[in-house]
């Protein structure tokens, strides 16, 4: 798959708090319910893959619809 498994689980993480965050939820509830545990960790997740915040991710998205 090209990614180390911690790799992979984040991702798949990140991925579940982006539509936590995109329907709604809070950044404290995304971290918790994603798997990610807190909003820091939710945070430096997002640091490194979509490249922002959880709130600007919604901010931007949330209007769209998109998941980038």
């Known amino acids: 798959m090209g990614t ?3 790799r992979r689980v984040e991702r798949v993480r990140l991925d579940r708090a982006q539509q936590l965050l995109l329907e709604g939820h809070s950044v404290t509830s ?4 994603s798997g990610l545990g ?3 960790t939710l945070r430096r997740a997002f640091t ?3 490249g922002t ?4 991710y919604r ?10």
């Open 4 to 6: 180390t498994p911690a």
């Open 38 to 40: 807190t909003d820091e």
């Open 30 to 33: 995304a971290a918790r319910h």
């Open 53 to 56: 915040t959880p709130t600007h």
């Open 48 to 50: 490194r893959h979509p």
């Open 59 to 68: 901010r931007r998205f949330a209007t769209t619809g998109r998941q980038d």
